[in-house]
């Protein structure tokens, strides 16, 4: 089973995908069906009724416009998520939240030193776990105060990675 979290104008919805070919969302399941049309417009039946859907993607991001009406949103896995709460977030205005380890790693690389201006999705440093590379990126702004580990080093779930002011 696939499961994603799509956020749109600020309202998460859980998406799954199940091995036989149905759709749940937030646990209940979608009848419908999609039907490509070209390279980003689709017809979507939902029970009775049939829309034309468009569909931009960069990323994470995306955008889709159904009936004349644009919506924006954001396509993450849980993975994605886990990672992004651990990797600094924007608290209340002017707090910087510190970078942690999302989970037991090996440090590979660190992409920023003391100093560094930093902006969201700035690329921090990658962590390598069961075999898998983790770029952590940053989730708000301001200048990397310290970095507290260097390529090589093993690290444990939580542990203080970047300070950032």
Known sequence: MSRTVVTVDGVEFEIELTPEGSILVGGSELEGSVTPLDE???SVMIGSRSSRVTLHHDGE????GIGGR?????VESPRVRLLKR????SGASGTRQPVKAPMPALVVRVHVAPGDRI???SRLLVLE???MEN???SNQ???VKSVHVKGGQAVEKGQLLISVE
């Not at 644009?70 to 954001?74: E, N, Q």
Request: aromatic share 14%; glycine share 14%.
């Open 86 to 89: 651990y990797s600094g977030t």
């Open 119 to 121: 902006e969201p999705g």
């Open 40 to 42: 980003s417009s689709f």
């Open 135 to 137: 770029e952590i990126k």
């Open 61 to 64: 991001s995306f955008t889709v």
């Open 70 to 74: 644009t919506f924006s949103g954001l």
């Open 129 to 131: 776990a069961m075999k």
């Open 141 to 143: 702004s301001g200048v």
